[in-house]
């Protein structure tokens, strides 16, 4: 999948989008979230009953994901996000009055996907709520990948 912002064309492999969907919904479905959310991705239950996960099965979950982007029921970039990369190849997100800095290329995608999510969520979460609920999003993400040094 390639999508542009800011003038600037980026490209994500459509199982890897999955697989951070997939990251997403854990981080909300297991309660590692900071306030309580109703958030799960239907599209990615089928998954979570496998007892052991193939690659043919994200595959198929891709395929999924594929078809709710197309019918546009889906989507990670929220209207009025601004990307820029930093000199170390990191990049500042900002939406609004949100601002996240130094975002790694792994998180980036995952981190937009919780932003839009969240964006979208019913009731409606305050800004100030999103900020708190990411930057803590962001620092799970960051000691789960030290836990098992990735």
């Given amino acids: 999948m390639e999508f542009i912002l ?4 980026y490209s994500i492999q459509n199982h890897e ?25 239907d599209f990615i239950t089928p998954i979570l009953s496998k007892d052991k996960v ?3 099965d994200i595959l198929e979950g891709t395929k999924d994901l594929e078809e709710l982007i197309e019918k546009e029921q889906i989507s990670f970039i929220a209207p009025g996000l601004r990307i820029d ?19 790694h290329v792994g998180e980036a995608i995952p981190l ?11 009731p409606i979460v305050p800004l100030m709520q999103i900020k708190e609920e990411l930057d803590n999003f962001i620092e799970k993400f960051r000691s789960y990948n030290q836990e098992h040094d990735i």
């Fill in 112 to 122: 937009l996907i919780a932003l839009n999510t969240l964006l979208n969520y019913k």
């Fill in 54 to 56: 193939e690659f043919e």
């Fill in 17 to 41: 989008l999955y697989i951070n969907y997939l990251m997403v919904d854990n981080y909300f479905r297991h309660h590692y979230s900071k306030y309580d959310y109703d958030i799960e991705f």
């Fill in 85 to 103: 990369e930093t000199s170390g190849n990191n990049f500042n997100i900002t939406y609004q009055d949100l601002k996240f800095e130094n975002i």
């Fill in 6 to 9: 800011n003038r600037k064309k």
